[in-house]
């Protein structure tokens, strides 16, 4: 069975953004750091793996941040990091509203997902009001 053969048989990992904060190594999961410190080659093939296995939890736009640099920090050239998701689910997405000017965090981070299969997005109802 190939690699790809056993990703797409795989049930997804629920992993939040704010896994990646509690490492001392902010490219890296805490629970992986053994993998991490072997060589860079090692980092890459082992965390998109588990990128495309997981089911990717954004609390807030600053995690959007945060996660970005993780991503950024893969070859750039296919873009690898970002195009290894394929799971995401902002939980509070109609918590957060973009600043006047800005656009919104959650949808620039998607756009960059190339290879996204599946995004989530929760509301609260007591956050969903009309402005007057």
């Not at 860079?40 to 640099?69: G, N």
């Not at 970002?82 to 998607?110: M, W």
Request: charged letters at 25%; one cysteine or more.
């Amino acid at each position: 069975m190939r690699p790809g053969e056993l990703i797409s048989q795989c049930q997804p990992l629920n992993l939040s953004a704010a896994d990646f904060r509690h490492s001392g190594n902010p490219f890296c999961l805490e629970w992986l750091e053994e993998f991490c410190r072997t060589d860079e080659a090692t980092r890459i093939d082992v965390s998109s793996i588990l990128l495309q296995t997981a089911r990717l939890y954004i609390f807030s736009p600053v995690e959007v941040e945060r996660f970005s640099l993780f991503l950024e920090s893969f070859p750039v050239a296919d873009n690898q990091g970002f195009a290894a998701v394929r799971d995401l689910k902002f939980q509070l997405f109609g918590c957060h509203r973009p600043s006047a000017g800005n656009g919104n965090a959650y949808i620039e981070f998607t756009k960059r997902c190339t290879e996204l299969r599946q995004v989530q997005l929760k509301f609260e109802v007591e956050h969903m009001t009309v402005d007057s």
